[in-house]
């Protein structure tokens, strides 16, 4: 059994412990110690990282009652010096430590319990019961949180047998078997668990919720704790900063200025797109076919605008046959019309030019699309086209 340091202390950073056994599994490499103060991953909190002597240790899980650290290479039987990366451990503490706050206050103060907790790399969050907050009900939560947290409360932890534990007012019922590690803080919350927390309240510093969503049949809130929520607020405070300056505007006025400028790009898009209408209709009604066929190559066109210059042009020669080649970095596209009095089936007629190299052809008898693999002599498909129409013009 190894001896578990990080309950007797969370704040132990550093500790002499022997590997008394290794192995490897689908996770990869792994030591066993006598002792530790490596948290294995549980409750909803990430385990710790850190070193044994030299060795990386990248995670560390508990399996069959067996605390693996997983480590990169191999580590020999013998004693090291192990330490945890502190800077993981500590936000681990006040995210953790947060969260049993945040709980309790949205249970006692509102009703809402908390389903389920998650500790990520970048997100913390809790699922709670209902399906709606209010905006009033976060702030309200929020500030008698970071209240707690100014009182500077202890923190402390407790091993009581199953019997002490069924005669105790617990937030929930313990998960676990055996004695029960309780979590208490003063007569704010106590609670059966195994995560690693804070000395007292003060130690998180500040707790802010950063959003709620929908998550099944409740709410899922978002919030920061301590140096992440510092972390975030320097964020925030960063991209205000280059928002102040880019639009002109102090910060309680920039969602106004930031609508205003996308309204105006909204409207020059608009403008935009009527003109480029309007130099496509231009361009159509420029367009002079050699007898009632038009073959033009437009390299570096876009597909949709090629297209739309196709329909306009058949729209003013309605006897016109055209084939529009756009050659590409790696293939080709072809758009191939007729106008409403000339015959025959573009569709067919592409086909049978592309697919001949391997190329693949859709649309309909009068508008037909088309790609294939770029071919060095484009002229091949302009004297198959021309060839084809002269067949059926």
Same mark, same amino acid.
């Given at each position: ?70 480590? $990169? ?82 923190? $402390? ?55 709620? $969503? ?38 309680? $006025? ?14 020059k898009e608009k403008q935009l797109k009527k003109l480029a209408l309007e130099l496509v209709k231009l361009e159509a009604e420029s367009l002079e076919p050699d007898g009632n066929i038009i073959v ?98």
């Amino acid at each position: 059994m190894t001896e578990k340091i990080y309950y007797q202390d969370a704040g132990i950073m550093t500790a002499t412990a022997k590997v008394k056994a290794s192995g490897t599994d689908g996770k990869g490499n792994y030591a066993v110690l006598d002792r530790t103060c490596f948290y294995p991953e549980g409750g909803g909190q990430p385990s710790d990282t850190g070193v044994i002597g030299q060795t990386v240790v990248r995670d560390v899980q508990l399996i069959d009652g067996e605390i693996r650290h997983y480590i $990169e290479g191999k580590v020999e039987m013998g004693e090291y010096e192990i330490a945890i990366d502190w800077e993981r451990r500590f936000d681990h503490m006040q995210q953790h430590t947060g969260q049993h706050l945040l709980s309790a206050v949205f249970e006692d103060e509102l009703g809402m319990a908390t389903k389920s907790f998650h500790l990520g790399v970048e997100r913390v969050s809790i699922d709670l019961d209902v399906r709606e907050i209010s905006n009033g009900q976060l702030n309200e939560v929020e500030q008698q949180v970071n209240s707690l947290i100014y009182s500077q409360i202890p923190i $402390e932890t407790e091993w009581v047998t199953q019997n002490q534990a069924a005669e105790m007012k617990l937030r929930k019922e313990p998960a676990v078997e055996g004695d029960i590690r309780l979590v208490k803080v003063a007569d704010i919350d106590i609670n059966a668990c195994g995560g690693t927390h804070v000395h007292n309240t003060g130690q998180l510093g500040l707790l802010k919720i950063i959003r709620t $969503e929908k998550a099944k049949t409740g709410t899922r809130v978002y919030f920061l704790c301590g140096h992440r929520a510092m972390k975030h607020f320097r964020l925030l405070q960063s991209v205000t900063d280059q928002l102040t300056k880019s639009l002109n505007a102090p910060a309680a $006025e920039l969602a106004g200025a930031a609508a205003a400028v996308l309204d105006d790009r909204k409207e020059k898009e608009k403008q935009l797109k009527k003109l480029a209408l309007e130099l496509v209709k231009l361009e159509a009604e420029s367009l002079e076919p050699d007898g009632n066929i038009i073959v033009r190559n437009y390299s570096g066109r876009p597909i949709k605008e090629v297209q739309q210059l196709a329909k306009l042009a058949i729209e003013n020669h309605p006897s016109l046959y055209l084939l529009f080649i756009v050659p590409e970095e790696e293939s080709v596209r072809f758009v191939c019309a007729k106008g409403k009095n000339a015959a025959g089936d573009m569709k067919e007629i592409l086909g049978e030019i592309v697919e001949a190299k391997g190329g693949k052809v859709g649309g309909t008898e009068s508008l037909a699309q088309g790609g294939g693999p770029l071919d060095d002599n484009l002229e091949v498909y302009s004297e198959a086209f021309q060839n084809k129409i002269k067949g059926i013009a």
